[in-house]
């Protein structure tokens, strides 16, 4: 199986870009280093901060959130980074090719009772200026030059894009490589799996209300066939499942808080999970328009998403034209 650089360079991905998805792969590495070793580390637990979510950050969140600003700082290749846990953008290197945007931990509810969590990254290139502010990083998903997110599970994985369909690869743990196994990732068209916290079933629209309600009724509803849900708590566990094998994953808006379109943040959640999905032939929309369409207008704005399987992901829309 080829490593990731050979076969990066095999799809004359830029060399600099290249390198970049190198550096954020080792990272990721050493970041599943640390996960491996739970609680003997020590490093479990809250971390005393909140994030400007105003979501208590735990010991991994900003660990795993330093290890990856100073690796990328190190490199020279990034112009700026934007992350869910830092307030505003931090600058790096003023001659970086790249931005980058990240969630360094993903799920960091699940990390106390060693459930799924992961990394999610999004890549834009540099603007050509030297003094970069948050805006700078405020660019349409359609934008991005790659986009991934490595999971750390029973194996560790890294689903990756540079705009060339989408790539699994999986960490050889003794090497600290990762390894090619599925050069072209298709989800299938259609599903009987939908993933939504449904706790939440009273706080959603109308449509989304009515359009579970047709899922739950299976085979004696509109659908005619029985579904299945699937729920990790952590998008990179849900959305690696769709890529998978298909299905439906929704965090819709709810009037829970109506001023929050949703909980997943736009530029390091939904933008690099919408580019993965339509990348392996799947749709990734909010309850109106393509995600990657979406012109972003605050770094840490929220955005309503349903993924998944294409034939699925209309139905859902259907119900809310
Ligand atoms: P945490 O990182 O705070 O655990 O949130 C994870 C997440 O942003 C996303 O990865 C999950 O899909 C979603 O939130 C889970 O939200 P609920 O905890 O409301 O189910």
Redesign the pocket.
């Known amino acids: 199986m080829p490593r990731l650089a050979h076969h990066l360079t095999q799809q004359k991905v830029d060399i600099e870009l290249t390198t970049l998805i190198g550096v954020v792969a080792d990272c990721c590495a050493d970041i599943a280093a640390l996960l491996r070793h739970g609680p003997m580390s020590g490093i479990l637990g809250l971390a005393g901060a909140e994030n400007i979510q105003g979501?208590d950050q735990k010991k991994l969140d900003v660990i795993s959130n330093d290890m990856l600003k100073e690796a990328l700082e190190k490199s020279g290749l990034v112009k700026g980074i934007a992350s869910e846990e830092e307030d505003n953008c931090v600058g790096c290197s003023p001659d970086g090719k790249f931005l980058v945007l990240f969630?360094p931990?993903?799920?960091?509810?699940?990390i106390d009772i060693n459930s799924l969590v992961g990394t999610i990254f999004s890549i834009y290139a540099a603007p050509d200026k030297t003094d970069i502010g948050d805006d700078d990083f405020l660019r349409p998903g359609n934008e991005q030059v790659a986009a991934g997110y490595v999971l750390y599970g029973p194996s560790v994985m890294m689903a990756l894009t540079t705009g060339q369909g989408t790539q699994f690869y999986m960490l050889e743990q003794s090497k600290g490589e990762f390894l090619l196994f599925d050069d072209n990732v298709q989800i299938p068209k259609d599903t009987k799996e939908f993933a939504i916290?449904a706790s939440?079933q009273r706080h959603w629209a109308e449509p989304m209300q009515a359009y579970i309600a047709d899922l739950l009724k299976g085979e004696t509803g509109p659908r005619d066939k029985n579904f299945n849900m699937r729920?990790?708590?952590?998008?990179?566990g849900?959305v690696h499942r769709v890529l998978s094998r298909g299905g439906i994953f929704t965090?819709p808006w709810d009037k829970k808080n109506p001023n929050k379109a949703g909980?997943?943040?736009l530029m390091y959640?939904a933008n690099p999970m919408g580019f993965l999905v339509e990348q392996a032939g799947g749709k990734a929309f909010t309850d109106a328009i393509r995600i990657l369409d979406v012109e972003p207008d605050n770094i840490h704005q929220r955005v309503p998403v349903i993924l998944g399987s294409a034939n699925e992901v209309d139905v859902c829309l259907g119900y809310h034209a």
Do not use: H, I, P
Request: aromatic fraction near 10%; proline fraction near 0%.
């Open positions: 979501e969630d931990l993903d799920g960091s509810s699940n916290n939440n729920w990790v708590a952590a998008m990179v849900d965090y909980k997943l943040r959640e």
